[in-house]
Every structure is written in C-alpha cells, then in structure tokens.
C-alpha cells in the first residue's frame, strides 16, 4: 500500500468535454473545468442542472458518456471510486449508523489496510481538528445534524485525498448554523490547503466558500470566475438573477446607449446586440431628492421592505428593487430620482430566445 | 363503550386500559402456548402404560432414554437424530439466506410493475399444500426425469435410480419450502435500502465483502433476522419433508416426534423429545441473538 502513503497535496482537477446522458436526457453537455490546486471551488446552479452528476462523475460514482478527468496530470477517467483519491462528504452524510463516529472515521483507513496504531493517530487528528474527540464513541443516531456533519467531513479528509468533494452539506442544517459552517469550511479548506469542490444551490454559500465559482444551468456551465467577477459582471440575465438580485431591464441599442421604457441610459460601452436586457443590482442604484447629471429617473416609491441592515424599495415605473445603505426610511408614494450610473449597468449576454 | 374526553390520561389509567386491551391475547396464550406446553412439562415426566395409556407414575425415565440409556446400555442415536435436526434446519436457514440475497437483489432492480409479477412468482408455492409439494419433488426427481439422468451419468446413483430418498433430496425440498419465508422479510429491506452508504462505502475504498458487510449486511438485518427465525423455528421442527424425501434412514426430530404421538403411542417419551427439540431452538436462538447483536443496527 505504498503509493497511499506518499499524499500531496498539490493536486487539482481537470475535467474535459464531460457529457453524461440519462435515457434521453442530457444531464451534462460538453463541461469542461479547471480546479486549481488548492482552490476552493463551487459548482452552483438549481436542482437538475448537471451539478450533482458532474460530482459524482469525479467521484467515480458515476461513468462519464464522454470526456476526461484528472488530478493531478493523472487520468482518472475509467477509475472505479475505489480506485480515486478523491473522498465525498454526501448531502445526507451517508454515515454507517452501526459504527461509532471513531469507527465512521476510521473506515476509509481500515479499508486500507492500515495499521491499528497508524489509524488511531489519523482518526483522533482529526477528530480534535473537528472538535469531535468527545463524541468518538457515540453512534451517529446520537449527534445533531451539524456534529453528524463534522463527523462526515472528518471521515473523508482523514483519507488526505487529493480532491474533497462536497455535495450539498449543508442542505440539512438550519439557516443559523449553516451560516456559521461556511465560514468554518471556509477556514478549515485555507487550513489544510487543500482542494475542494463544493456542490451547492445557495447563491449565499457559493459567495462566502468559493476562491472560483461555476454557475450552471441545464448541463453547461454558463459562468466561470471568482465570486466578485460573477457577482459584478455577470454573462446572462439567469447568472445575474441566480447569484443575487438584478433588475433585469429590456432595452434596445440607441447611440452611446440603450433606450428603455424609463428613456434613454448612457452605457460605458456598446452592446453587441440590437435588442437585449442590461441589469443592475439594487444596492447600485443611488437614490436622491437632486436630478442626477446622467441616467436618472424619477420614480414614486411603492412599497417598502424592511431588511434588518437595510430596506429594499420598490419603486414605479418598472418595477425596480433598489436596496438602500442607511436606515433612512422612506415613506411609499414619495417621488424620488434613481440614479443608473452607466458604470454599475450591466450589459448581458444572453442567447438568442 | 367507555370514552376518554377530557378525562387526564395518568400511567394508572394507561395500564388498566392496556391490560384491559391485552386480556384477549393474554387468554389465548394461555390457552393454546402456555397450557398445553404446561400439559407437555407433566406428560413428559410419567410413565407409559403396556397399551399406551398414562401413568400417573412421576418418572425421569423419558428424559434419560432421549439422552441414550437404555436397557441394553448408552446408545447415540436420539442424539444423533437431535443434533441432525439442528444441522438440518441451519443449512437450510444458510442456503435460504444465500440464496435470498441475490433474489432480492434481483427483484428489487426491477421496474415498479414487474416486482409484483416477480413477487408472487415467490409467494405461488405458499398457496399450494406442502405435502403437494414434496410429491411434486418426487415427479421432478424421478429416475425419467434430466436431474436423475445426470446424476446417473455423472456416476452419482446407479442408473435408473430416482434423485430421492437421500440427504440432498432432503435438503431441497426444505430449501424450495421454505425460500420464501427468508425472502418476503428480506425483500422489504432490500427494497429499502439507503444505497447512499454502499456509494459511501465504494467511496472509502471499501472492497466488495466490505461493502457487503458494513454497508448492506446492517442495514438489511431487520428482514433478515426475522426471515431467520421464521425458517430456523419451524425447520427444527418440519417432518413432512423428510418423511417423503428423506426415507427412513434420514429421520429428524419431527418425524421422532410424530411416530411417538402417532404409530408408538408412547405420549410420555414424545413429550420428553419435545422438550428437547424447545431447549434446543431456545439455545439456537439465544445464540443468534448474541451474534446478532454484535453486527445489528442501532
């Protein structure tokens, strides 16, 4: 068992032209992604989009129709999961509810064939690293749903593998707490230094864990690119509503701009196209009793919708959401301008409909 | 009828209405397990009269000929049919389980619709008497029959010999009567099946016996445990099949059982080979329980 010994973990992960069929459907179109070592990547999209199956297809739980994958510069495509240095943490932990969390975690070990002493020093590493040591003899029916979690976690990174993967893990925790997990991910990932894939429908998880994300839709991924790229110039109007809110505004071109059914607005540069949609996020769009130089609208305030940190306005014509930064409060059917500053307009891409 | 609207359920209450509820069952209990098993106890300690008749003479006699004294000196042959019955009815509890796995395996991965076609193809031999059954064996066993055949050119039996009576025969007619208790259990874990551990598993580079153990033996352990007791119990016990395919040389506990009420008439003697036969499937339970723990869920 040699070659199990030597870990390291600069290992990343290509996948090239994966298409993968159900029957008919097509569940993955022609993906193709890079993980750099190291890196803390998420595949994010809605249920049914292809994110699942293309983590399962990297565990080796499910065979590719085409394409390749590989860690490290090593082909894995044909490998059986048993044969991968790649270990999942599944959405529903998937723990042996026979074994105690110490023998959950020492599975992948025992499966190996390592050493009892070898094992005891692995498992209890990690078991303090995850703030487990206590619970080592309970079984899993016995843990809540973070601590199950943790222990999920602890028996796949015990295994040192090359690429962590991590399917939906917090879909079963409650929104506190899943809030607070993220942030740990996060932490343990940079840590361990370690290459993770993180498979996820919240747009707000996707944000805090990733260093790159991929967003997908219908078995293609549609945008690639660190948090802050997606989030402030996203590709299509399905990016822009998916990674938090826009206001998605019909427009067609008009010189130096586009003309909407608020008027004209000034853009920084020229669409591509003749008739299509700009966006803007609602906390961009500054709010004033003064006409702005450029871009302004007059708008009256509909409704309001208290946030906590903020209120979310909505305001006529449009419908716009604009999210304001201070507290004031703004009393709805007062006229106040808006201010589309042609640096905050987003020109999207959007395939032919 | 007695309502409870608005009154306070206290444990009190509870257990009188529990008690009240548990009284038929508890009447028949008494009535067919423990009074006839009481009936056994005595029987099992008197002494048969010259024409079969009880004496109600106190008397440990029946219980030291199961164990092999006789007037002529220690003989193993109680014992022996005894211990045979043990081994009887544990392969073909094995075999059955075996044989389960795959079947279940089987029909579980089948679409919706056929499942039920597959299922009651297992149930169909329950709807047909088991005395039929064992006949039917004999038809297909016969010297005529491809199975004798082969078994003649094979050099197995003489040529022009039926597959039958003998220990295989024995142990196929057990086996086909009773597959489908070990099944229909096992099958409603099967079905079950939270196949996200197998995958777990796999994925913790476990082999396939691992998988097997860790992953699929645990969680299918409630229906195999009953469609373990449901074929060890009444195996111990089963006398038809032997009787038909197993001749005379082949006798188990149930045929003893069976000649001591019926042809012998020596009532006291069955009785004390009851006994023995209930002692038994205790102890073999006991120790399945034991064992069973050991991997059961928790």
Same mark, same amino acid.
């Given at each position: ?50 994110? +699942? ?22 082909? =894995? ?117 370690? #290459? ?63 003309? +909407? ?42 409704? =309001? ?5 903020? $209120? ?40 032919? &409909? | ?9 206290? &444990? ?57 004294? #006789? ?9 022996? =049919? ?66 004798? &055949? ?17 220990? $295989? ?11 489908? $208790? ?45 469609? =373990? ?51 038994? #499937? ?17």
């Amino acid at each position: 068992m040699n070659q199990n010994q030597n870990f390291t973990t600069d290992k990343g992960l290509t996948a090239k032209h994966i298409c993968k069929y159900f029957g008919e459907v097509k569940a993955l179109d022609d993906v193709t992604l890079n993980v750099a070592p190291g890196e803390f990547f998420t595949l994010l999209g809605p249920s049914g989009c292809g994110k +699942t199956t293309l983590l399962r297809i990297i565990a080796g739980l499910e065979l590719a129709d085409s394409g390749q994958i590989f860690t490290g510069g090593k082909d =894995i495509t044909r490998l059986p999961a048993i044969k991968r240095q790649v270990n999942t943490v599944f959405q529903s932990y998937a723990l042996f509810p026979h074994l105690t969390v110490y023998e959950n975690v020492a599975f992948g070990l025992r499966s190996r064939k390592f050493h009892d002493a070898e094992i005891k020093k692995r498992v209890n590493r990690r078991l303090e690293m995850l703030d487990l040591s206590s619970m080592a003899q309970r079984h899993p029916h016995q843990l809540s749903g973070g601590q199950k979690q943790r222990v999920a976690l602890a028996r796949a990174l015990v295994n040192e593998p090359d690429v962590l993967l991590l399917d939906e893990p917090m879909s079963a925790l409650d929104a506190r707490l899943r809030a607070q997990v993220q942030e740990d991910l996060r932490r343990l990932q940079r840590k361990l230094g370690r #290459t993770f894939i993180l498979v996820t429908h919240d747009q707000a998880e996707a944000l805090v864990c990733s260093d790159r994300l991929a967003v997908m839709r219908q078995g293609r991924i549609v945008q690639c690119g660190t948090p802050e790229e997606v989030y402030d110039d996203p590709r299509d109007s399905f990016v822009a509503k998916f990674l938090g809110a826009a206001n998605l505004i019909p427009c067609t071109k008009a010189p130096g701009g586009v003309q +909407t059914a608020f008027g004209f607005l000034a853009l920084e540069k020229d669409p591509s196209w003749q008739e299509g949609t700009v966006a803007i996020r609602p906390e961009w769009i500054g709010i004033g009793d003064k006409e702005p130089e450029r871009n302004g609208i007059r708008a009256r305030v509909t409704e =309001i919708v208290y946030r906590g940190s903020n $209120f979310d306005l909505w305001l006529e014509p449009g419908p716009l959401r604009v999210r304001t930064s201070s507290y004031r409060r703004i009393d709805p059917g007062r006229e106040v301008w808006l201010e589309l500053a042609p640096k905050e307009l987003v020109i999207l891409e959007d395939e032919a &409909r | 009828m007695i309502t409870w609207y608005g009154e306070l359920t206290t &444990r009190k209450r509870l257990l009188k209405r529990g008690s009240l509820l548990l009284l038929p069952g508890m009447l028949w209990l008494m009535l067919f397990l423990v009074l006839p098993g009481l009936v056994l106890v005595v029987v099992s300690v008197i002494t048969r009269g010259a024409y079969g008749q009880l004496e109600w003479v106190f008397t440990l006699e029946n219980y030291k000929r199961l164990a092999g004294f #006789t007037l002529f000196g220690w003989t193993p042959d109680y014992l022996m =049919i005894l211990w045979r019955s043990v081994v009887v009815a544990f392969v073909t509890t094995l075999v059955s389980v075996i044989l389960s796995y795959p079947l279940c395996f089987f029909i579980a991965a089948r679409p919706e619709r056929s499942r039920y076609m597959w299922l009651t193809l297992v149930i169909i031999p329950f709807w047909t008497n088991m005395v039929i059954r064992a006949y039917a064996w004999f038809l297909i066993l016969a010297p005529e029959m491809p199975f004798a &055949r082969l078994a003649a050119v094979l050099g197995f039996i003489p040529d022009g010999a039926p597959l039958y009576p003998n220990a $295989f025969a024995v142990y196929l007619g057990m086996v086909s009567m009773f597959l489908p $208790f070990v099944t229909l259990p096992l099958y409603a874990s099967v079905e079950r099946l939270d196949w996200s551990l197998v995958e777990a598993a796999q994925d913790l580079y476990a082999s396939r016996i691992r998988v097997l153990t860790q992953a699929i033996l645990p969680q299918t352990m409630p229906g195999l445990s009953v469609g =373990i007791i449901l074929t060890f119990v009444p195996a111990m016990g089963m006398f038809v099949v032997p009787d038909l395919l197993g001749g005379a040389k082949y006798m188990l506990v149930g045929n003893l059982i069976q000649q001591q009420f019926g042809t012998s008439r020596d009532w006291p003697f069955g009785a004390a080979i009851s006994m023995g036969l209930m002692v038994l #499937t205790m102890i073999g339970l006991q120790i399945y329980r034991r064992k069973g723990k050991e991997i059961e869920v928790v």
